[in-house]
RNA sequence: CGGGGCGUGGCUCAGCCUGGUAGAGCGCUUGGUUCGGGACCAAGAGGUCGGAGGUUCAAAUCCUCUCGCCCCGACCA
């Protein structure tokens, strides 16, 4: 077993920590709060990038990039908004250094009007799609930006809240309330699809309450995962903004029948906390398990010889399974240093591996590629090379297996690779549902809730009984689900079904979901 | 911002109470033996002890100030 991990049992903080670390994915930086991240971690956000990208595509949208710098009055025009923002902003106010008299450097000079560095761009955008609007036609606006921003946190941990991040924002302007909602619903659907076929983390997705709406936002969905030790993380958020930035930022258009109109607009947007949800979903007490569709490494192969003549032997046999995976040939490249052998799979920009480093025991590179959460490592040894086999173990279940190696085929690793995929979100759902319970009185609640999961209990709807639940348990309304039916460790629980708000005694036209959350 | 804790080679930490000029384990480098689930031997490299000031013949150690980080609370993708 690993023992540079503290186990989740022990301490699950420090078991999160632990996997970043071993799994060689991001480094604390110098300023508190931001985080490097490693060529292993930007590789798994290069695929989830690049696979949502294509959805965005797929649904119309077009990539643009606004400006990292707000005028801090443009944050004022939206009065939900500067409120729910304006104490995690960074705030430049000066330009320039100077020696400070002192060996040290201060600010120099003082800028006109403060700018902000973006938290998140409706302000900015909304500015600029009144410029570029001025008609029907003109609509709808499709817009997707990759970008980093930056919230000033107060606590922060690597992936989950750090003051900047990376993420995507789309912003989109349509001509009627009823498109917009469209939009919200359809990307709040793409967000759901790829947590579950490319993150293999199953979500539930609804509405948030009054009180978790995005500041400035008309409605707030979101995706809702369950972490290992039963925490909520919300994955991803998709708003129907309604009018409320297109009349701050006076964005109009001419209708069809010539009246002028403001715009509806939405926001909607993932993070580089996927990559934290990932991690608390999969990985297990011997470091980081990956989904296979965002395994930057998908397979590393893993030589084990003695003596020099065996060493050649077993490279060549070695070889020639590496271009058997790819499906041609091996195109060598290095990876973190001469000694790792790298050929991308075509198609995928997954990479498969030959670790020929000479200075580490078979062993260490078991464990080397495990922590990193490389799905399928193969054995080769003399004995495999004499008897035509390899050695398969997959990370999922660490099972070994022995197989022909004529089967090692492009077609067998990327069916491999499904199964493997397919297991990850088969396993972390029923662990979500045998932590979801239907509970009908506060005391059943309460008495529950340290033990983690998902609780749907009877909500009246009001803000005072949220308001009172939060501060008594800590725990939230974390959405009021779309689908009428969720599993439970008891069965289905139908959420529409009227009833009973166990806290204020009120009625409740049906269950939502309550938990503590990251 | 309130309450606690901690700053000593790359990492984890000992030494501080009772001042005497810096140590261990891991990691790293080189060579050798090893090699199918975290090896061993040998030889090395690496630290102005977070910073500034003070006390003293002498400060990692005592005093003052300061900076930074971590944990717990109030806010959040």
Partial sequence: MATNITTRAKDYSQWYLDVIAAGDMADHSPVRGCMVIKPHGYGIWELIRDQLDARFKATGHVNAYFPLFIPMSFLAK???????????????????????GKGGLRPKGQIEEPLIVRPTSETIIGHTYAQWIQSWRDLPLLINQWANVVRWEMRTRLFLRTMEFLWQEGHTAHETADEAQTETLQMLDVYTEFAENVLAIPVVRGEK?????????????????????????QSGTSHNLGQNFSKAFDIKYQTRDQKVEHVWTTSWGVSTRLIGGVIMTHADDEGLVLPPAIAPIVVAIVPIYRKDEEREAVLAYAKGLMAQLVGGAVAARAVGGSEIMSSVLPGSGRRVVLDLRDGLRPPDKFFHWEQRGVPVRIEVGPRDLQNGKAVVVTRVNREKSIVDAPKLTRAWLDAT?????????DRARAFRIARTFAVDTYEDFRARLDGGGFF???????????????????????????DNILDSAAGPVDMRATGTDPVSGQASKGRVIFARAY
């Fill in 78 to 100: 939206e009065a939900k908004h500067v409120e729910g923002f304006a104490m995690e902003c960074a705030v430049v106010t000066h330009s320039g250094l100077e020696q400070d």
């Fill in 417 to 425: 690779l499904a199964t493997q995929q397919q297991a990850l979100l």
């Fill in 209 to 233: 309450s009054a009180a978790e709406r995005f500041a400035g936002a008309e409605r707030t969905y979101c995706i809702e995962a369950m972490m290992q030790d039963g925490k909520a993380l």
């Fill in 456 to 482: 749907l209990m009877h909500w009246d709807g009001t803000a005072a009984t949220e308001t009172r639940i939060k501060e008594e348990t800590k725990a939230t309304i974390r959405c009021i689900p779309s």
